[in-house]
């Protein structure tokens, strides 16, 4: 028993003495680092002034499998590859990795507390895990070149948030659905514009609304002007309803619908349109593989758009093999290569994927029919479908009608995008009997692009209001960039071919006589310190005619005081002389409006015009006003606009200056869950302190209240919220779901109840008794259980004895001595179970004074344990 007892007390006890000496080392706890990896708290040993770590606690903080053998004389595992094995023996004082031997002298491990502590130095020595140890701080940081399981785990983490961030498939702890009432008035747009000539006065008036019916989007817009009488074709209304989780139907709008029409229609079209297009912008296309060739052995790192998504280490050939994930739009998808002794390189492509495209094997379709609010209220309607056949190529058709057209008849159509290359496109449509249109564009790395449109109209068609045959358009644009000085150039060439005079429907088209128009356009917009520039050359040329050219030259010029100067000036090269001249100053009012004036020159006309202008926003309306003279006339505009939010169940109006029709909202409410059930009941009270942060909106705090709202976000879209709940007054004030994603309808504020748990807390003392002697013991693990004996917690006691642990819902527990532990160590606890209560109370309850006490269990000797 005494040997037992002495083995006990060397293992649980914080200070070693030999024969009375005083102690040669500290057992005491630090704070180790590791940069990408984080802190913790870890067991280490002083020994004049050189430290010792855990090594089984360093090998778990960086997921390096090891085990203790029973005697606390020998840690064995591997590092990375199951091949790597590891021995740090106490006995014979070695360490042997990978078939390398390090000698070690007697001093350098330490067994104290159930742990086997090696000189800080070796970790280096031998594992390359170099360590840096700062005495006054008691703290280390500990660095390595090498992919060790916990950096490769974190490393891939990343790469799924930033793979999950890059399609917008963010993972959230909850998810809050979409609501859908029966009937809410939620969002009101208007607008006033009075405009008053010579002594007549015109007010144009506007109110929008915007509402849930039956679940469904609801819309109205009227319109009234006071020169003119009201006309049911210049109001607006619809109905939308929106299921983006259907698959072969997600919208039906009833009402104002947007035909998509290729024929020329003027006028709003009543009717009914269904379709299986999402609301939400497309942002994952898919995916395709990549294979190259690099040096053997490298690592090879992917980026899309400046964000890690994957890396891979080159084979023996030099081959690797990548699924790069494809977005909609333009993506910098780049490549970097590291070498084993430094070396980088690096590759960089740009993926153009339009939003025409359609991923593969996805289907898209648009049916629409209604009656255009003409004079002649003519029918229409019109279906397409459009599907990917490929990741490079999609194909679509469908047929439209018009019953104006004489006679009537169907339209069909086929279209085609095609994508050559990664940054060449094609794109083709054909109407029968209507026109042939083709588009191509190139974007090359260097930021210059190419585009080529055409398009032929049938002899004859009446479908489009157009009398050309042939429209041709190439446009050349190119940017350029240094550190002070930008330039972006365009350069557009557009030809139309149309017939000249009148030819009957017998004439032949080449018999047709035609004349042909060719416009071009050249820009130069320039930038440069505090001066900005644009000049736009325009050329017409018609056939047997001279060229008529003339450019456009304005300038801006920032001046001190929030001052903006901005000369005009137009050219015409035929006349060799001035068209207009235009001088401006304008200044900005603290961030709210603008103030100009204006004198303006036209030689053509021989007239002139001075202006005076003032915009000023306050947080509830936008108002303008301007005053001008052109000769003897005097115009005078005043406008009003801003538009309101109301919410019934937060009881909260609200008037803003930003239109805010089919747009939504959330409203994060907190409050205190007493009973930590997750309900919200009469008694529980809000709760400030939170802080929040979205994907999307404007975020706006309530001063007047505890809750949060998050505005002007897009319907039907899925938002990812985050909640932080540091700042709560109250440490037991804790929030489970620290996420969500939110889909939110239209016209509306949806509330979210977020209840905050008011956490109880346990703590207590394990003592262990030597004969007659009681003293506290560190590094025993107490588990918690609730009513229904199910685990809900554990922890690990302090050098001391000392344990806590918070996070526990009102209600009965139990505390008990890992039993397991106990087992391995040849202990027995008293009591065996301590029984507490946590009371519900607002700033949490806390059940301290617990206390086990624990011996070596008779007739066994002293194993070791594992550790937590």
């Known amino acids: 028993m005494m040997a037992a007892g002495m083995l006990l007390f060397a293992l649980f006890t914080s200070v070693v003495c030999r024969a009375g000496e005083e102690p040669g080392y500290d057992a005491i706890t630090i704070s180790l680092n590791m940069p990408q990896v984080g802190s913790i708290e870890i067991p280490a040993v002083i020994r004049d002034q050189e430290l010792y770590l855990s090594?089984?606690?360093?090998?778990?903080?960086l997921k390096i499998k090891n085990s203790l053998s029973p005697d606390l004389n020998v840690v064995t595992g591997f590092i990375i590859n199951p091949d790597s094995v590891f021995i740090i023996d106490k006995t014979r004082n070695r360490i042997i990795y990978s078939g390398h031997i390090f000698e070690l002298d007697e001093d350098d491990l330490i067994l104290e507390e159930g742990s086997l502590y090696l000189r800080s130095d070796y970790f280096g020595k031998a594992f390359g895990l170099e360590c840096?140890?700062?005495?006054?701080?008691?703290?280390?940081?500990?660095?390595?070149?090498?992919?060790?399981?916990?950096?490769r785990e974190l490393r891939q983490k990343m790469m799924r948030r930033n793979l999950s961030r890059l399609k917008r498939e963010l993972k959230a702890d909850t998810t809050i659905s979409l609501k859908r009432p029966l009937l809410h008035f939620g969002m009101a747009d208007w607008s006033v514009v009075t405009r008053q000539l010579q002594g007549r006065a015109d007010t144009r008036l506007n109110l929008s609304m915007g509402g849930v019916v039956a679940g469904g989007e609801a819309t109205v817009s009227l319109n009234y002007q006071s020169n003119s009488p009201f006309i049911a074709s210049k109001q607006y209304y619809s109905w939308r309803f929106v299921n983006n989780d259907h698959p072969f139907l997600r919208q039906i709008r009833i009402g104002n619908i947007a035909p998509q029409a290729t024929s020329t229609i003027l006028s709003p079209v009543i009717g009914v349109q269904i379709t299986n297009a999402p609301t939400r912008y497309r942002y994952s296309f898919g995916t395709y593989t990549l294979n190259d060739y690099t040096e053997p052995g490298w690592i090879v790192e992917l980026y899309v758009n400046n964000v890690m998504v994957d890396y891979t280490k080159a084979d023996a050939s030099g081959s690797f093999t990548f699924e790069i994930p494809l977005v909609y739009g333009s993506s910098l998808v780049q490549l970097r290569f590291y070498g084993p002794w430094g070396e980088e390189r690096s590759s960089v492509k740009n993926i153009?994927?339009?939003?025409?495209?359609?991923?593969?094997?996805?289907?898209?379709?648009?049916?629409s029919t209604g009656i255009v609010t003409d004079?002649?209220?003519?029918?229409?309607?019109?279906?397409?479908?459009?599907?990917?056949?490929?990741?490079?190529?999609?194909?679509?058709?469908?047929?439209?009608?018009?019953?104006?057209?004489?006679p009537a008849k169907g339209m069909p159509f086929l279209n085609t995008t095609f994508q050559l290359a990664s940054n060449m496109l094609v794109s083709g449509e054909y109407m029968h009997g209507v026109r042939s249109k083709g588009v191509f564009s190139y974007h090359p790395l260097s930021g210059i692009q190419f585009q080529l449109n055409y398009t032929k109209y049938a002899k004859g068609q009446q479908a489009i209001n157009s009398r050309s045959f042939e429209e041709r358009k190439a446009i050349v644009s190119m940017p350029l960039r240094t550190p002070r000085f930008v330039m972006y150039s365009r350069f557009t060439l557009s030809q139309i071919i149309a017939p000249q005079g009148v030819y009957s429907k017998e004439t032949k088209y080449r018999d047709i006589p035609k004349i042909k128009y060719t416009s071009t356009d050249l820009m130069l917009s320039t930038a440069f310190g505090p001066l900005s520039s644009n000049l736009t050359t325009y050329g017409l040329f018609i056939d047997k005619t001279d060229p008529y050219v003339y450019s456009h030259l304005s300038l801006a010029y920032r001046l001190p005081a929030k001052f903006v100067f901005k000369p005009q000036a137009q050219f015409q090269y035929n006349q060799g002389r001035f068209m207009m001249m235009r001088l401006e100053l304008e200044k900005q009012l603290s961030g709210k409006g603008f103030l100009n004036m204006s004198y303006?020159?036209?030689?053509?006309?021989?007239?002139?015009?001075?202006?005076i202008g003032l915009s000023y926003n306050l947080s509830f309306v936008r108002t303008a006003f301007s005053a001008s003279r052109n000769n003897k006339t005097t115009t005078l505009v005043q406008s009003a606009a801003g538009s309101l939010v109301y919410d019934k169940r937060t009881k909260y109006l609200n008037f803003s200056n930003r239109n805010k029709v089919g747009s939504c909202g959330a409203v994060i409410q907190p409050y205190l869950d007493l009973n930590c059930n997750g309900i919200r009941e009469k008694n529980e009270p809000k709760v400030s302190g939170l802080s929040v942060r979205s994907n999307g909106g404007r975020i706006v705090p309530d001063p007047q209240d505890t809750v949060i709202r998050i505005l002007d976000l897009e319907p039907y879209n899925k938002y990812y919220i985050e909640l932080d709940d540091t700042r709560f007054e109250n440490i037991a004030w804790r929030i489970k779901n620290k996420t969500m994603n939110v889909t939110i309808g239209p016209n509306q504020l949806q509330l979210i109840e977020v209840p905050v748990a008011v956490e109880g807390e346990a703590a207590g003392m394990v003592y262990f008794m030597e004969g007659q002697v009681r003293k506290g013991i560190g590094r025993i693990i107490i588990s918690f259980y609730n009513s229904k004996s199910a685990l809900v917690g554990r922890t690990v006691t302090e050098a001391d004895g000392f344990f806590n642990y918070l996070g526990f819902p009102p209600g009965s527990y139990t505390a008990r001595v890992d039993i397991d532990q106990l087992?391995?160590?040849?202990?027995?606890s008293s009591p065996a179970i301590l029984p507490f209560t946590i009371a519900s109370d607002k700033n949490g309850a806390v059940e301290d004074g617990l206390e086990f006490t624990i011996r070596s269990a008779k007739g066994n000797d002293l194993p070791s344990y594992d550790g937590p």
């Open 55 to 61: 090594a089984t606690d360093v090998f778990n903080f």
């Open 600 to 611: 303006e020159k036209n030689f053509r006309t021989r007239s002139s015009n001075i202006m």
């Open 375 to 406: 004079n002649l209220n003519n029918r229409f309607a019109r279906a397409n479908v459009n599907y990917g056949l490929s990741r490079r190529m999609t194909m679509g058709g469908g047929v439209e009608y018009l019953f104006s057209l004489t």
């Open 352 to 367: 153009v994927i339009p939003f025409s495209l359609l991923p593969p094997d996805e289907l898209e379709y648009t049916v």
């Open 132 to 151: 840096t140890f700062n005495f006054r701080s008691l703290s280390a940081v500990m660095y390595t070149n090498r992919e060790l399981p916990v950096i």
């Open 823 to 828: 087992h391995n160590l040849g202990l027995v």
